[in-house]
């Protein structure tokens, strides 16, 4: 099933290609959208169309 994925914590010097680059690595990513108020990164971004139960995604955390 596909989704969106909400990132907390990333930091402010990381930019929506290299989290695009990151997740896509795991499962396909449609999308990434940091969110920012008044031009500044809020820390945390949503990933569109990521299938977060994909076995790929189970493996880059772990088997968790």
């Known amino acids: 099933q596909m989704s969106r994925l909400i ?12 989290l695009t680059g990151f997740f896509g690595k795991a499962g396909q990513v449609t999308d990434c959208k940091i969110a920012e108020k008044n031009g500044v990164s809020r820390r945390f971004c949503f ?13 880059s955390r772990g088997g968790t």
């Open 7 to 18: 990132v907390k914590n990333i930091p402010k010097f990381v930019g929506e290609k290299e």
């Open 47 to 59: 990933i569109g169309n990521f299938c977060a139960y994909s076995p790929r995604f189970q493996d």
